[in-house]
């Protein structure tokens, strides 16, 4: 890329896809979590009203997964990409749909979690919400405000509002860059991103296969994402 060149804001958008070859399962695959739990039985509020016990259980498990599992060359090609899109000048912003912690732990810093994150907590009686490693549950204490059994994971459920929907908004609005990766494109708003810049925006998909959205990329590299997200980002940073 000619340093002259101004360079577009760049929207990265990310789902379980780009964690599966890390060890960790995504929801919609035949192996995957929707097909294994129910989402009405843990992950909306009523399911955590009905059966809180059940609900951190579902969360404990695949907290304690993290400890087992690494960031991969996707999760590191996107820390290459943010540092030298940075370092030219770019407006750079990585929107997670995951809550798994490997774009953390690969050196991600311009990152958003719009779902929320396993090893975050918030306390229903003083609002808090603070880091959370090992087992959460019922019993589980609040380290601000002390009240026992009011604890539970800080990620949305379904039909909850996603995080950060202002400052998303706002990249989006400015990116000319839109790049999904490892998303089946089912879940709005992220799901939604793509209609919303592709009147100014360059749009490409990087996914195992086409996704529901697939329609609507301009461009499209298929294939599992330690390889394709790592040609995607040579191929960017050298033009
Ligand atoms: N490399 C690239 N893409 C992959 C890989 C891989 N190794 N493995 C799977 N994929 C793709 C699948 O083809 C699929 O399109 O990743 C996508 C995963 O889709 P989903 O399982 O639906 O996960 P995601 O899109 O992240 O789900 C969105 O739904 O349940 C909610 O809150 C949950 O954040 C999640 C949201």
Request: charged share 20%.
């Amino acid at each position: 890329m000619r340093s002259t060149d101004a360079l577009p804001g760049l929207v990265v958008l990310t789902g379980a896809g780009i964690s599966q070859e890390s060890g960790l399962a995504t929801f919609r695959a035949t192996d995957g979590l929707w097909h294994t739990e129910r989402i009405e039985d843990v992950a909306t509020p009523q399911a955590f009203r009905r059966d809180p016990a059940r609900v951190h259980a579902f969360y404990n498990a695949r907290r304690a997964q993290l400890d087992a599992v690494a960031p991969n060359a996707a999760h590191l090609a996107l820390v290459e990409l943010e540092r030298e899109w940075v370092a030219r000048g770019g407006d750079f912003l990585l929107v997670t749909q995951n809550v798994d912690d490997l774009h953390a732990r690969a050196g991600s810093e311009r990152m958003l979690h719009m779902h929320g994150a396993l090893r975050r907590a918030r306390c229903l009686g003083c609002g808090a919400t603070l880091g959370w490693q090992g087992d959460m549950g019922v019993d589980s204490a609040c380290p601000r405000c002390r009240r026992a059994g009011g604890v539970r994971p800080d990620i949305v459920w379904f039909g909850e509002v996603p995080m950060h929907m202002a400052e998303i908004g706002a990249a989006l609005e400015g990116c000319g860059l839109f790049v999904s990766i490892g998303t089946s494109g089912h879940v709005y708003p992220a799901a939604g991103f793509v209609a919303a810049v592709r009147d100014r925006a360059r749009t490409v998909e990087l996914n195992l296969e086409p996704s529901n959205g697939a329609a609507l990329f301009d461009e499209a590299r298929h294939g599992p994402a330690t390889r394709v997200v790592p040609a995607f980002v040579a191929e960017l940073l050298v033009r």
